[in-house]
């Protein structure tokens, strides 16, 4: 449950509300595209240890480290990549947490400052039809 806000704070404005709503929601989204992120990581991973695992251990092959593009062999690239793929999901797991922490944490929020949400298809549902207007040629005889 929330505690009462202290009664010797003063009052935020509607914009200081607005601003510190926007930023709680710009936060969530931000762990949302870094799992979205993190499990592409983990496909690319799971895809690229499948694919060496066929190959001769003695074979070149590339890995970019940082940004740098490192020269090494299967047989030191492939225990690497399957301690990464073993981690990933530990990642994600604790990423996905924090994104659940973020949504409580929203949703107090949005309580505590008595935010409440309006469509624009609510207002629209709202508001009286108007009558179409449409024009008729009457003649008369």
Known sequence: MSKPAPKNLKAKTSEEVFTGLQMLRSEQRQLANKITELEMDLNEHKIVIETLRGVDKTRKCFRMIGGVLVERTVNEV?????????????????????????????????????????????????????????NVLVASG
């Not at 994600?92 to 469509?119: D, P």
């Open 78 to 134: 492939l225990p690497e990549l399957e301690n990464n793929c073993e981690q990933l999901p530990k990642a994600i797991k604790a990423l996905e947490e924090q994104l659940e922490n973020k949504g409580r944490t929203i949703n107090e929020y949005v309580q505590q400052n008595n935010i409440h949400w309006q469509n624009v298809h609510d207002k629209k549902e709202q508001e009286p039809e108007q009558p179409a207007k449409s």
